[in-house]
């Protein structure tokens, strides 16, 4: 050491230090000298020198400074370039070409990222733990003394009596490490080891999907807790709202309402990837469970159809499906039945009826009308679950599903062996009515019909007289048809000049219905009155659907390809109260209202079905019938 002291203190070349280093190292392992506290207060003199500058990345730059000498040069090349780009106008020896521009100037950029931080971890054994392992019932004996003479040596390298800054102390502690391990795997290996467990078979156990569905309900709930309770017209929660020294006052979202006018807010989307660029072409609640929605996804051109699908949607899960169903063709409507809220009925554009058991997470349906020798040979365009007080025969009492296609007949659909249906009405083109002949006219000669059958679009079911149903045609007719008859109609409505979209009885008023149809009208009629007490067009545009409001008898809500509208009748026949536009470049629907709560849901073509909270909206204190018939009344009494 003293050698070794002497030599860095001398100011020398690096070549004669490296060796007198290697000679200090070689005594050292030969003699072994005691280090001392003069010799660790010593000062000792460390050189420190800059290595080699190392280039990663080099871009030359493409600025020159004006005072270089290569100034002058780049100055004459750029004028002699903006004189060449001055006489190219008009020059016929300049011919214009596609070529590539100067590429920009590019810019250093440096970033740094956060340190990493680094945590230990450990675990703590007990004299418990240490005590079953050694005296399980299971385990064989051990061999303490092959123990014992481990620990021994272990103790033995571990307790040196010098300790030196040598090569001799890691090989000691190597040593050390080594009888350890040696120690621990002899026990190790001395326990059973436990079956080993196929990790595919813990995710597909029911306990393991039962716990991730538990734990998704709570995360979810905890994400969507304000707009869930803006839904369910609940106070929100938020952090500001509880005060110190007052635990329980909770504020309502919106009790301080700015605005007056009814609006709707966006609240969410039922949206999935399975669902993007899929059109939404019908949707229906769970009767008895009212968080629950069925939403049918399809085409309704021939020329862009594709596989369909249906996905069953809860307000506990918006993010994804709970029940996904694929379809060989586009849906086209859907219903969910009253009597056991289990069956959802599917009507598809290849005039197939399927009927699904939402409680199986099977995607094959539970019966389909493939093999019916009367199944429908066009698209089904509605279905739906009626429950009948008496029909034609005393068979008929119950539930039954009723379906309307464009091959012009209206089926009833019986669940019996197999799914078997018979005609309730065969639906007959009619002629429209001539005017009469004038004196001198000749006789002129009828429109030849294509086809006999008027296809049929949609249907309604009165809802005092189930007996008594609405069917609209795609000629624009609305007729009048009972169940008892199945040869003619009753009445026919003729106001329309396209196809009838929907048909909708008034919840409140069963005399009294809308319609709405491609010619870009919403009639409302009463059914002892064959032409329309109120017309309402707010749009150039095809109005593809429209629903009463399940709250106020004259609150109902209407959607075309641009915009959803609310229509008020207590406040304005000629306009609607609240009109919400579009997205850019997507197309409206379908519309549902909710059935407790003061929202509405829209379907659009990107498979997107928005959640929105009308707001504002006020309804009247009095009877809602009275009040729809009030305002008949009075628009009937302006009009004579």
């Given at each position: 050491m003293e050698s070794m002291s002497e030599e860095i203190e001398e100011p020398g070349s690096r070549r004669d230090i490296s060796v007198y280093l290697s000679d200090v190292q070689v005594r050292r392992e030969e003699a072994r000298e005691q280090i001392t506290e003069e010799l660790l207060d010593k000062t000792v003199d460390g050189y420190l020198t800059e290595t080699e500058t190392i280039w990663?990345?080099?871009?030359?730059?493409?600025?020159?400074?004006?005072?270089?000498?290569?100034?002058?040069?780049?100055?004459?090349?750029?004028?002699?370039?903006?004189?060449?780009?001055k006489n190219r106008a008009g020059n016929d020896q300049y011919i214009e070409r596609m070529m590539q521009t100067f590429n920009g100037a590019p810019k250093t950029k440096e970033v740094q990222c956060e340190k990493i931080d680094v945590a230990d971890a450990g675990v703590m054994a007990t004299t418990w733990d240490m005590y079953d392992t050694f005296h399980s019932a299971e385990v064989e004996p051990m061999d303490f003394h092959m123990a014992e003479k481990a620990s021994q040596s272990a103790s033995f390298i571990s307790s040196g009596p010098e300790r030196t800054m040598s090569r001799m102390s890691s090989a000691s502690m190597t040593s050390q490490s080594s009888s350890v391990v040696d120690f621990d795997s002899v026990i190790i290996s001395k326990i059973p080891k436990a079956e080993e467990i196929d990790p595919e078979r813990i995710l597909r156990s029911e306990n393991f999907q039962q716990d991730l569905f538990v734990m998704e309900r709570i995360i979810l709930e905890n994400i969507f807790q304000p707009k869930l309770a803006a839904y369910r017209q609940l106070p929100i929660l938020t952090e500001s709202d509880c005060y110190p020294g007052e635990e329980g006052v909770v504020k309502k979202g919106n009790a301080d309402v700015e605005t007056i006018a009814p609006t709707l807010h966006r609240l969410w989307a039922f949206t999935c990837e399975l669902t993007t660029?899929?059109?939404?072409?019908?949707?229906?609640?769970?009767?008895?469970?009212?968080?629950?929605?069925?939403?049918?996804?399809?085409?309704?051109?021939?020329?862009?159809?594709?596989?369909?699908?249906?996905?069953?949607?809860?307000?506990?899960?918006?993010?994804?499906?709970?029940?996904?169903?694929?379809?060989?063709?586009?849906?086209?409507?859907?219903?969910?039945?009253?009597?056991?809220?289990?069956?959802?009925?599917?009507?598809?554009?290849?005039?197939?009826?399927?009927?699904?058991?939402?409680?199986?997470?099977?995607?094959?349906p539970v019966i389909d009308s493939s093999d019916c020798p009367n199944k429908h040979t066009s698209p089904v365009w509605q279905v739906k679950w009626i429950e009948q007080e008496r029909g034609p025969s005393g068979d008929d009492k119950g539930e039954t599903l009723i379906a309307i296609s464009a091959d012009g007949?209206?089926?009833?659909?019986?669940?019996?062996?197999?799914?078997?249906c018979a005609d309730l009405m065969k639906l007959k083109r009619t002629r429209s009515e001539k005017s009469k002949k004038q004196p001198g006219e000749k006789d002129r000669k009828g429109e030849a019909l294509i086809s006999r059958q008027a296809p049929g679009m949609c249907f309604d079911f009165n809802t005092k007289d189930t007996n008594i149903y609405l069917a609209g045609t795609e000629e624009g007719h609305i007729h009048k048809c009972s169940c008892s008859y199945n040869e003619q109609y009753l009445d026919t409505y003729r106001a329309h000049k396209g196809p009838v979209y929907k048909i909708a009885w008034s919840p409140f008023s069963p005399d009294v219905f809308l319609s709405c149809s491609a010619d870009w009208t919403i009639q409302l009629w009463r059914q002892d009155l064959l032409k329309p007490v109120l017309s309402f067009t707010s749009t150039n545009r095809a109005v593809y659907d429209i629903m009463w409001s399940p709250k106020s008898s004259t609150v109902f809500g209407a959607v075309n390809e641009g915009s959803v509208e609310i229509w008020d009748l207590a406040a304005s026949i000629l306009d609607p109260t609240v009109v919400s536009p579009a997205s850019p470049g997507v197309n409206l629907t379908a519309l549902l209202f909710a059935t407790k709560t003061d929202c509405i849901l829209i379907g659009d073509s990107d498979g997107q079905v928005s959640v929105y909270e009308l707001k504002n909206l006020q309804t009247g204190e009095d009877s809602q019938a009275n009040a729809l018939y009030d305002i008949i009344g009075t628009t009937l009494a302006s009009q004579l």
């Open positions: 990663l990345l080099d871009m030359p730059t493409v600025m020159i400074s004006v005072d270089s000498e290569e100034a002058n040069t780049i100055k004459q090349k750029n004028n002699a370039y903006v004189g060449l780009c660029g899929r059109n939404v072409s019908s949707m229906a609640w769970n009767k008895k469970h009212v968080d629950l929605l069925a939403v049918g996804y399809g085409k309704f051109d021939f020329q862009e159809q594709k596989e369909g699908l249906v996905c069953c949607w809860s307000l506990k899960n918006p993010m994804w499906p709970e029940r996904i169903y694929h379809c060989s063709s586009g849906v086209t409507t859907l219903d969910l039945s009253t009597a056991n809220a289990n069956l959802l009925a599917v009507g598809m554009h290849d005039g197939t009826i399927a009927i699904y058991n939402t409680q199986s997470k099977e995607d094959t007949r209206i089926t009833k659909w019986y669940l019996r062996k197999g799914l078997d």
